[in-house]
């Protein structure tokens, strides 16, 4: 299988010093609240939702969802007033969030191996805090990149960019996980080994050096070694 292949050819830190990882779909299982927030946001407007629009905007800040939504559909109002409804409808929704199976086991691992990890993500950061503690993470997690954080969000490199810094080690010793082609290509584009969590073997939309996995738990593995 490809993404066997792909991991046995491609020279990676053997034990990172930092891993960047995104948060919804891939730490947090948030995709299906975040896809019925999309839609209850559309209905208010009697706009029409599609799957193609909502995976387009996998990646990009929440205030940059709602200005392309509010221009695609012709919604009413003021992008304050419109993202203000977006993130209530997305807050009644997200404590029902399970983090990602294996999230716990990549983030005990890590820290285990003295390997810090931060979450780059295109959500707020209070919801993301509020998750983390929720979840009994935030021990484990160093920092955040937030959307509020960054001027260009993914698919533009600045939010990793912003990561590397964070980290305060080189970025060879830094990888990326991610589950959208957006995000992965803001990691790339930011020079980083980039894993992209999937259940396809390849897609010709992944930028180039892409390193797909199945599970968090196998890249677990790949990273840290089996637990014998």
Request: hydrophobic share 40%; with cysteine; net charge negative.
């Amino acid at each position: 299988m490809r993404w066997e292949r792909g991991l046995s050819s491609t020279k990676l830190p053997s034990s990172p010093k930092a891993i960047l990882i995104d948060l919804d779909g891939t730490l947090a299982d948030s995709m299906a609240v975040m896809r019925v927030s999309y839609q209850k946001f559309l209905e208010r407007f009697q706009a029409k939702t599609t799957d193609e629009e909502f995976a387009a905007l996998n990646g990009p800040p929440l205030v940059e969802v709602v200005r392309r939504l509010k221009i695609t559909h012709s919604l009413e109002g003021d992008i304050e007033t419109l993202l203000a409804t977006y993130f209530d409808i997305i807050d009644l929704a997200y404590s029902r969030v399970a983090p990602t199976p294996g999230a716990d086991a990549l983030l005990a691992r890590a820290k285990e191996n003295h390997c810090s990890v931060g979450i780059v993500t295109s959500n707020s950061l209070k919801r993301t805090q509020m998750w983390l503690d929720a979840m009994n993470f935030s021990h484990l997690i160093s920092f955040i990149v937030s959307g509020e954080d960054v001027l260009r969000g993914k698919p533009n490199p600045e939010p990793y960019l912003q990561g590397i810094k964070k980290a305060e080690c080189h970025s060879s010793s830094i990888i990326a996980v991610e589950d959208s082609t957006q995000g992965a290509r803001s990691a790339v584009d930011a020079g980083l080994r980039t894993f992209l969590l999937t259940e396809t073997d390849t897609s010709d939309d992944w930028p180039a050096g892409v390193l797909p996995v199945r599970s968090l738990y196998q890249l677990t593995d790949e990273l840290f070694g089996r637990v014998r």
